[in-house]
């Protein structure tokens, strides 16, 4: 959605950009899975839009990866959740697949 003079972050300037929890890639939140907290898990947000903390992972197996290293810890910091919550790898590897489905990322 690039304006003809390939300025994109003029029509996005007041979407809400959030930071990948992978690569620290700054997007449009649209553009990125979110992930929150519920129930002691850190689980991917069904909803369009839960209220509460989110954390951020752009639709890519690499980032998802990242994410998940030391049984997701990266996840339960931007999350700010304690050790014991439990992080849902296999739901977010999962949702990632979906999005590039999606999209038709090849990769
Ligand atoms: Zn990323």
New binding site residues.
Partial sequence: MESPTGRATDRVAHAPIRT?V??R?RAVSSQLLRVILRDGFAVVDQQPRSPGRGAY??H?ER?AQRALRHDGAPLRRALRADAGVVVDGEGLRARVREAQRREGVST
């Fill in positions: 990948c992978g690569c890639r992972v752009c890519d980032c």
